[in-house]
């Protein structure tokens, strides 16, 4: 039983540190897909995110630097993808492809030629990183049974980035549902005609989200070149933006579900590493994969309808043109 | 894509100088970032292409390559003209390469020609089966067969590691491999069939999967401009609503492409798998589907230009793996960063162009793709 505990503690703990990446591109594909652009690009920004991050705090050793980096980094990239998808009306699922495959070929150009250490930025001493906070009170509380661990174990000791993203997800709830921004950007994604005829910009709507996706997704990078490891490794973000993209589908594209599935799938992938080699009592030895597996086959089975109904924003992926 | 995007302008037009242009900015940018890194583009094109093309060995190995491509590039061609975007191929090859595996490791008995028969239609079965479920899914449930397929290409590479770990592991190897194919499990390669006519060329691994990727190419032509059932594709593909109203079933058109296209791809594995490693491996495919997409794109969903796109992607990894050898800064990502742009200009970016330039030829307004 004890047993139990220290592991369920650890596993929580660590889950929470890896849902932080999810939930930041999950809300970026939040903002972007309520307001009608399809984004698939989620994981090409948040790599060269990271490798933004990882290269601008190498130079500058301080971590906000490195995050500002790589928001701008990812903002440029977002701005492609909605120059390509609000202007040029292409196919935005073609245009996320294209950011994917791209930033995975100019990290590692970039990082090889810069760095010659086969794509890896160089190690980053403590104080270039996102450091760890203990938060009032914790040490103190640490005895107490379970609300004490619960607090001191694992809600304190994150980095300033993990309560940042923990933030973002009420901000986000209060935009989308209580301020004029918020409804416009919804009905954008829905019905842009009226939103137009209301004599909104469309067009302005969308770059609007498509550059807080960008922002999201930029910190999301950051995170994981600057807090979660001490530098850009070649492809690290490896599919996260496609589970954050599940995650997003999951939640039916609301903002506090979208909080509960990373925290699900974080903790899943958690558990999956603890679980490697481990034979549990009845069950045995269940495969990694099994459990890495779940986020994708519980995600196809939601959108096949089987278990509630995930109905994506009515207008998503379609571009829009006045004269229609 | 291509259908609607044709409009009302000539042939020459459409489907030869603005893809070319839009290729051409591609490389244009790509050629930007070479200078951003310190080296000469001029110098890489010229190693890139005397690597590809200046001798029998390389050309052996840029079919080889090539090969590859068309499979998975049919694979996302053959969807388009249903108007579906097939981005599985990743997924549907890797099962290809099982349904390979499956067949060599448990028919090892029978005569070779058949054995090598049943493998191809293990391949291309197993691709279709692992591409039948999105297609139906999308058919028939609603979901979309973008976000489906992704999760089934996660889904593959988490069955075949599990496969390679545990059940299907070579018992004496460490590495992630199944037991090596017998013998008569082997597709011959070029140089082998030229050596019997008294042609020598040295030894690549170019191998007479490329004739089946030129037959399903012809293949691919013949189904979606010669037949009924290509003519249902390309009305589904333009307009689903008018293909309704004509009493054509969108459903079962959805689920026949993502068949077709998954079979594709499954036999892209017949290259690698049964051409070449001759076992199966964990993450053969090496990012094949996604060029297969950029392989669709530039060549408009048709098969010539798929094969032609292909051809050049070809060039590209061979010349590439030449270039990494002479100038160390160009490692091979430096052709998926090309691939990249190509996806980019050639597909979401392909209208850049097209009016445009369209105004100042033909001086009259053009209709807009919607």
Redesign the interface.
Not at chain 1, 88 to 95: D, E, H, K, L, T
Not at chain 1, 97 to 106: E, Q, T, Y
Not at chain 2, 141 to 144: I, K
């Given at each position: 039983m004890i047993e139990f505990v220290s592991f369920m503690v650890v596993a929580l703990d660590s889950a929470v540190r890896l849902s932080v990446p999810l939930l930041l591109a999950c809300l970026a594909g939040m903002y972007s897909e309520r307001a009608g652009i399809v984004d698939?690009g989620l994981e090409g920004k948040m790599l060269v995110a990271a490798f933004a991050a990882g290269v601008t705090a190498f130079l500058v050793p301080n971590p906000w630097v490195g995050m500002l980096a790589a928001i701008a980094v990812a903002v440029l990239f977002a701005l492609?993808h909605g120059y390509?998808?609000i202007n040029?009306?292409?196919?935005?699922?073609?245009?996320g492809?294209?950011?994917?495959?791209?930033?995975?070929?100019?990290t590692?150009?970039?990082g090889?030629?810069?760095f010659r250490e086969g794509?890896r930025t160089p190690q980053l001493p403590g104080h270039a990183r996102f450091q760890e906070i203990t938060l009032p009170g914790a040490d103190l509380v640490k005895d107490v049974p379970f609300l004490g661990t619960l607090y001191s174990d694992i809600i304190s000791g994150h980095s300033a980035p993990v309560y940042l993203c923990i933030l973002a997800v009420p901000l986000t709830w209060f935009v989308f549902y209580r301020t004029r921004f918020g409804l416009r950007l919804r009905a954008v994604g829905e019905n842009p005609h009226a939103v137009d005829t209301a004599g909104i910009s469309v067009m302005k709507m969308r770059y609007g989200a498509v550059i807080i996706c960008g922002i999201l997704c930029g910190m999301a990078g950051a995170y994981l070149a600057i807090g979660q490891s001490a530098g850009f490794n070649n492809d690290m973000t490896a599919?996260k933006g496609?589970i954050a993209?599940?995650a997003l589908?999951f939640a039916k594209w609301r903002p506090v579900p979208a909080l509960g599935a990373c925290f699900l799938f974080g903790l899943l992938d958690a558990v999956a590493i603890r679980l490697q080699g481990v034979a549990l009592p009845m069950i045995g030895q269940v495969?990694v994969?099994?459990i890495?597996?779940l986020p994708?086959?519980l995600?196809?089975i939601l959108?096949?309808?089987f278990i509630g109904k995930a109905i994506?924003p009515r207008a998503a992926g379609m571009?829009y043109?006045k004269d229609? | 894509?291509s259908a609607q995007a044709r409009g009302e302008l000539p042939l020459w037009y459409s489907a030869g100088l603005v893809p070319v242009l839009n290729v051409a900015c591609a490389f244009l940018v790509a050629g930007l970032?070479v200078l951003?890194?310190?080296a000469s583009p001029i110098d890489a094109v010229r190693i890139l292409l005397r690597g590809a093309l200046g001798s029998p060995y390389g050309i052996g190995y840029t079919l080889y390559y090539a090969t590859t491509f068309i499979f998975t590039g049919l694979a996302v061609a053959i969807a388009f003209h249903a108007g579906h975007?097939n981005?599985g191929g990743e997924g549907q090859s890797l099962l290809g390469g099982l349904g390979i595996a499956l067949v060599v490791l448990n028919l090892a008995f029978l005569p070779s020609p058949l054995l090598i028969l049943l493998t191809i239609a293990g391949a291309a079965l197993l691709g279709a089966a692992w591409a039948f479920i999105p297609g139906w899914?999308q058919a028939y449930?609603?979901?979309?067969v973008?976000?489906?397929t992704?999760?089934?290409n996660?889904?593959a590479f988490?069955?075949l590691?599990?496969l390679l770990v545990?059940p299907m592991k070579r018992p004496d190897s460490m590495s992630l491999e199944t037991l090596p194919f017998v013998e008569g499990a082997r597709l011959f390669r070029a140089d082998e069939i030229l050596g019997w006519m008294g042609i020598a060329m040295p030894r690549t691994p170019l191998n007479l999967s490329f004739a089946l990727a030129l037959l399903c190419a012809l293949f691919t032509w013949v189904l979606v401009w010669r037949t009924r059932l290509g003519y249902e594709i390309r009305t589904v593909g333009a307009n689903p609503t008018a293909a309704h109203y004509a009493g054509i079933s969108s459903k079962r058109i959805t689920v026949i492409v993502m068949l077709m296209g998954g079979a594709f791809a499954g036999m892209m594995a017949t290259n690698e798998i049964l051409g070449v490693q001759q076992r199966l491996i964990a993450d053969f495919t090496a990012g094949a589907g996604?060029v297969g997409?950029?392989v669709a794109?530039m060549g408009r969903g048709h098969p010539v230009g798929i094969v032609l796109a292909s051809l050049l992607f070809g060039v590209l990894y061979q010349g590439g793996a030449e270039l990494a050898f002479d100038m160390p800064?160009?490692?091979k990502?430096?052709?998926?960063?090309?691939?990249?742009?190509v996806?980019?200009f050639a597909?979401?970016?392909?209208?850049?162009f097209r009016e445009r330039i369209a105004g100042w030829i033909f001086r009259k307004p053009v209709e807009?793709a919607?």
């Open positions: 698939i492609i390509a998808s040029q009306r292409g196919n935005q699922i073609v245009s492809v294209a950011i994917n495959v791209l930033a995975s070929g100019l590692a150009v970039l090889n030629a810069w794509g599919g496609f993209l599940a589908i495969p994969q099994a890495q597996s994708y086959i995600t196809v959108l096949a309808g994506p571009p043109s229609r | 894509m970032v951003a890194i310190g975007f981005i899914l449930r609603g979901s979309h973008v976000i489906t992704i999760m089934f996660f889904l988490g069955l590691g599990y545990g996604f997409i950029a794109l800064l160009m490692t990502d430096m052709i998926i960063v090309i691939q990249g742009l996806i980019l597909g979401a970016l392909e209208n850049m807009v919607p």
